[in-house]
């Protein structure tokens, strides 16, 4: 069959192709053949690796925000040799008596109180070898610098996991655990439940009211609908403040118009097993903190030691917990 012919049956060659014709097959092969059998390896490519593109940026495994200080203020109170915090607390007590040029009657006086607070020492080590040291850099990796985040990292979330949760068998407690906190209130009632996902805008509303309600019920006449108020809520739940009402009113709008002064803040571990926490706080009544996050240390370096062939650090912090001055100044709700 001619080229020419080829093209009918949608075969089409390049200009200038040709068919072989049986000689022409005789003196390709005789032509293959005169180098004799290979002695290599069939192969149809290069390495993979060569077509390979290394990228050098590290991605970071992101852990949940550390938000407990969003909440309260972090002070330092003592050192890391310091064992125990002492508060003074003083109450102004005293009664009155009926006028008398005589009388000694009605007398005046006040009690103090010095709670304690127990500080609460935690580490972590970190070790780097030579050898890993080079193979990392192999792969455009700094391990001794990744060793030095990853321990800087795990001292923070303790710090934060003590904040909110204190230290079991100490007197240490979290913003979440205070024996002093007065005892959450239930949401209110909605008509499909309880919980702000099966509630509705209005309803959710009437939840931050209760609460508004609570705080100055506690305040007993030192807060009001005007004061400087933190509001802690469970991330889970903030997309509900964007629900809206028949009138087209986002919640979260209302909430600020009525309480022009009150933050909401996403805290994640406020989503308890008990249920979901809102936590609504008095930041500073007549100058007083209502409660501050105390550290001796956040992070102590003790140095870095040479081994045989490798080389290790140990970094260390201690913490008081969360220290509520007046609790009094908290309201909670539970099951939202």
């Known amino acids: 069959m001619r080229l020419d012919q080829l093209s009918q049956y949608g075969i089409h060659l390049p200009h200038g192709a040709e068919l072989l014709d049986a000689p022409a097959r005789t003196k390709l092969v005789a032509a293959m053949d005169a180098a004799g059998p290979m ?16 990228d050098p940026r590290v991605i970071e495994v992101l852990v949940s925000p550390m938000k407990s200080e969003l909440l309260y203020s972090a002070v330092q109170k003592g050192d890391w040799a310091t064992d125990t915090t002492t508060f003074i607390m003083v109450e ?22 010095f709670p304690q607070r127990q500080n609460y020492g935690f580490q972590t080590n970190t070790q780097w070898g030579d050898k890993q040291m080079a193979k990392a850099a192999a792969a455009r990796l700094d391990y001794a610098s990744r060793q030095q985040i990853a321990s800087a990292l795990i001292l923070r979330k303790k710090e934060n996991a003590i904040n ?12 979440t655990n205070d024996p002093s ?46 004061t400087t108020f933190k509001v802690g809520i469970p991330n889970v739940v903030s ?6 009402n028949t009138y087209g009113q986002v919640l979260k709008d209302r909430i600020k118009l009525a309480f022009p002064n009150m933050t909401i803040i996403t805290i994640p571990e406020f989503a308890t097993p008990g249920g979901n926490l809102m936590q609504m706080i008095a930041v ?7 409660g501050e996050l105390g550290y001796a240390e956040r992070m102590r370096a003790h140095g870095v030691v040479r081994h045989s062939s490798y080389y290790s650090e140990k970094k260390s912090g201690h913490n008081w917990g969360a220290i509520i001055y007046r609790p009094v100044f908290i309201a909670q709700m539970l099951g939202i």
């Open 239 to 244: 997309g509900n403040l964007t629900k809206q």
């Open 164 to 175: 909110l949760f204190g230290v079991t068998g100490l007197q240490n407690y979290g913003l």
């Open 181 to 226: 906190l007065v005892a959450p209130i239930a949401p209110t009632v909605g008509a499909d439940g309880n919980t702000w996902a099966l509630k509705t805008s209005d309803e959710i509303y009437a939840d931050f009211v209760a609460l508004v309600d609570q705080a100055i019920l506690q305040g007993n006449g030192l807060v009001d609908t005007d």
């Open 284 to 290: 500073e009544i007549e100058g007083q903190p209502t």
């Open 92 to 113: 102004n007590v005293g009664e009155t008596a009926t006028y008398g040029d005589y009388s000694e009657n009605g007398q005046s006086n006040h009690n103090a109180d």
């Open 39 to 54: 002695v290599t390896a069939p192969n149809n490519g290069i390495p993979a690796m060569l077509t390979n593109y290394f």
